[in-house]
């Protein structure tokens, strides 16, 4: 026999099947909140991990000899190497010394944001925005005709700032407290 929770309504169906009331499964919100909390931290080591690795080349997508802290350029390579219908606009912005300091302080920024559970409204655009750029970049895509992770990865961020999961296993609930973004509430 099925009971239904404080968080489950019962569902009635309608017709002749109406006799015996429908009700959800018992879902569990807080198991819910620590996945959806180590997925943010999952994603939010992706970004971490990329601004490290570019910037002191520690061999897994950056060579050594090419870390940012030596002269690198944490834009040139890729961006120099872009196909298809944005090409122009991407090699034009590779190595420019500001787009390599918006793209690292974007994925410190967001990889911070997403690990200790801070800003994740601003975190969530602004991943949007580098993922989308990445995408356009990544275009046209050789395993599928559309979808690739960088849109999955943008959708992962939106739905994380959308369910609060920066209050399980983050700093979330004590940001929250904080005047000035009690104030400021796009800041969450």
Do not use: C
Not at 115 to 132: D, E, K, N
Not at 149 to 177: D, P, Q
């Amino acid at each position: 026999m099925t009971t239904s929770s404080s968080h489950d309504a019962p569902i009635r169906a309608t017709g002749p099947a109406a006799a015996e009331p429908v009700t959800t499964p018992d879902v569990r919100p807080v198991a819910l909140q620590y996945v959806l909390g180590l997925l943010r931290l999952a994603l939010g080591w992706t970004f971490l991990w990329a601004f490290l690795d570019k910037t002191f080349g520690l061999g897994y997508s950056t060579p050594s000899e090419n870390a940012w802290i030596d002269g690198g350029s944490p834009t040139s390579g890729y961006l120099s190497g872009v196909e298809g219908p944005f090409k122009d606009f991407f090699t034009n912005l590779a190595g420019d010394t500001w787009v390599d300091w918006l793209f690292m302080i974007g994925l410190l920024g967001i990889g911070l944001a997403l690990i200790l559970g801070i800003g994740m409204r601003v975190a969530a655009v602004a991943g949007v925005l580098m993922l989308a750029m990445m995408y356009m970049a990544s275009l046209p895509l050789e395993t599928n005709p559309f979808m690739d992770e960088h849109l999955i990865e943008a959708l992962a961020i939106v739905v994380l700032a959308l369910t609060f999961s920066s209050r399980y296993l983050g700093l979330g609930r004590l940001w929250e407290r904080i005047p000035f973004v009690q104030k400021n509430r796009w800041l969450i």
